[in-house]
């Protein structure tokens, strides 16, 4: 393989949240409190935050600017209100895009009956400013990856069979997290939660363990 590949676990993550408000939260970039100077960013990535919502939990309406902000919900149901007027439902399987752009607010809660887990991504854009804008994709398929030209970013889902191999985009920077499942990387394996950071990178496979797997990728241009 050449290039660089940093895995980063899932108990390496912030612990971050709000526990008695049914919050539970694991950062992997410095976040909030939890600031660690050499952790700011990967790529145009400078977050990515797994949330756990219980039932009736949420965060109440809050100020974003110049972020692209992508959710992937992992179980559950996530209910989704902005100042541009959106009101959505967000399921497993459908791409959230909020560009926050010049500024914008917005309400995130889990308003069903089961617990909610979701990974949210925030990314620079290669331009500050401009006017905010919101969409959902509904059941993004493997083979159509979601373009997030603001950022330089393409976000490509893998869903594996037990023992499949895929490709791993080869680009300058990669961010891979393993939604669920088992998944080796070159020689690392990776469970859920996990995560790595490859820079330069070309050849490289993904192959999911012996139970079905979900991998995101984020491919990104370098500067």
Known sequence: ???VMHVRR????YRGGDPAAGITTRHAFSFGPHYDPDNLRFG???ACNEEHLAPGAGFDEHPHSHTEIVTWVIEGELTHRDSTGEETVVRPGDVQRLSAASGVRHVERNAGPEPLVFLQMWLAPL???GEPSYEVVRGVADSTPYALPEAGAMLHV???AA????AVPDAAYVYAHVVRGEVTLDADSLGPGDSARL????GV???AGDAPAELLLWEMRGA
């Open 127 to 129: 331009e500050p400013g």
């Open 1 to 3: 393989m050449d290039g």
């Open 10 to 13: 899932a108990d390496e993550r």
């Open 205 to 207: 496979a993904a192959v």
């Open 163 to 166: 023992g499949e191999r895929t």
């Open 199 to 202: 820079t330069g990178t070309e």
């Open 44 to 46: 145009a990535v400078i």
């Open 158 to 160: 893998r869903r594996l």
